[in-house]
């Protein structure tokens, strides 16, 4: 069935630092990939997302970059800061269009 | 504008007992899905609904059922409630158009003793 891996599980920058989150899939039929960012005690908030018709996006502090061919996509945040901290999870839409599959989340933590 | 609501915020239940979860989505989203995120993991697809007709249903037992009413919120039903089943019951509502995006709501947190 479809699959979404991520890496790392947990990631540790300073302050100021850049911080990348990497993800794979297996349906290369899948054409949308969100990401989210949740915070203790919230539901997933969707942050930055990216179609397959574009390589890359960017929005400010984060950027999305996304390759068909190699089928992974990755999530960049730069200028970290200690409001960065949180679980951030990687999805593709399954090849129905009903349901994202997500990755198993990235513990992000920025210290000052 | 108000986002996804989800109610009630949490719940504790007996095994054997049923549950009710209630969604209410952005104002103009037409789709409805649910999603089960047990602690550490990713969220699971559960059910997706649009103008009130299924349209996915994720590899979860007869024992969860949904349905959409026409002001587009949704109830999430479970019956023979297991341990197992406790999570945290995320709503997500979207315009309902392929690749959507979805927003969510911060969710029910239920707990089976």
């Known amino acids: 069935g479809e699959n979404v891996e991520q890496h790392p599980s947990t990631l540790s920058v300073q302050e100021g630092d850049s911080a990348v989150i990497k993800c794979t899939y297996s349906?290369?039929?899948?054409?949308?990939f969100p990401w989210y960012k949740q915070e203790l005690g919230k539901g997933p908030q969707l942050i930055i997302d990216?179609?397959?018709?574009?390589g890359e996006k960017k929005d400010q502090r984060i950027a999305v970059t996304l390759n068909k061919t190699a089928k992974h996509f990755s999530l960049h945040i730069t200028e970290t800061q200690p409001e960065d901290s949180a679980v951030y999870f990687c999805?593709?839409?399954?090849?129905?269009?009903?349901?994202?599959?997500f990755g198993k989340g990235t513990t992000l933590s920025v210290s000052s | 504008d108000a986002g996804v609501t989800q109610s009630p915020t949490h719940l504790i239940k007996t095994r054997g007992q049923h549950v009710t979860l209630r969604c209410s989505p952005i104002?103009?989203?037409?789709?409805v899905s649910w999603y089960q995120q047990v602690l550490g993991q990713g969220p699971q697809f559960i059910f997706q609904?649009?103008?009130?007709?299924?349209?996915g249903r994720g590899n979860f037992p007869d024992r969860f059922s949904a349905r959409q009413f026409p002001n587009y919120s949704s109830e999430l039903n479970v019956n023979a409630l297991l341990l197992g089943d406790s999570a945290l019951y995320l709503c997500?509502?979207?315009?309902?158009?392929?690749?959507?995006?979805?927003?969510f709501g911060n969710g029910t947190r239920l707990t089976v003793t």
């Open positions: 999805a593709a839409w399954n090849q129905a269009g009903t349901a994202l599959i």
């Open positions: 990216i179609r397959s018709n574009v």
């Open positions: 997500a509502s979207s315009l309902g158009s392929y690749n959507s995006p979805l927003h």
């Open positions: 104002s103009g989203h037409k789709s």
């Open positions: 349906d290369s039929a899948s054409n949308y």
């Open positions: 609904y649009y103008e009130k007709e299924e349209r």
